[in-house]
């Protein structure tokens, strides 16, 4: 059974930095595209980054510069660095993987539940 486990979140103020992470049990980014939503009260969802099972990565623009998603050498690990954060970047960030899709473009427009396996989400409050 796969799980999907985040950490990282929690309150910091404007320009401050936060890590991140998505601990795979049952499952290997390899196999298909993995990546982080959020989902802020009355706003709609957002893919903000995403990796292929090749190791190629995708960002929103209005984190790109800012954020950089990784994966550890097991891949069974993502990382999303957060720098320069801003308000704006308040929500809940949810870790989500799909084996069905190699390449992360279904981040840019589904919401969490339609993917294959996620987490609980973590709180990022920038304030």
């Known amino acids: 059974q796969v799980q999907l486990v985040e950490s990282g979140g929690g309150l910091v103020q404007p320009g401050g930095s936060l890590r991140l992470s998505c601990v795979a049990t049952g499952y290997d980014y390899s196999s298909g595209c993995g990546g982080w939503i959020r989902q802020a009260p009355g706003k709609d969802r957002e893919g903000v980054a995403s990796?292929?099972?090749?190791?190629?990565?995708s960002y929103a623009d209005s984190v790109k510069g800012r954020f950089v998603l990784s994966e550890d050498n097991a891949k069974t690990t993502l990382y999303l660095q957060m720098n320069s954060l801003k308000p704006e970047d308040t929500a809940m960030y949810y870790c989500?993987?799909?084996?069905?899709?190699?390449?992360?473009?279904?981040?840019?427009?589904?919401?969490?539940?339609?993917?294959?396996?996620w987490g609980q989400g973590t709180q990022v409050t920038v304030s």
């Open positions: 989500a993987a799909d084996s069905r899709w190699p390449v992360g473009g279904p981040f840019l427009y589904l919401a969490v539940p339609n993917f294959g396996n």
């Open positions: 990796i292929d099972s090749d190791g190629s990565t």
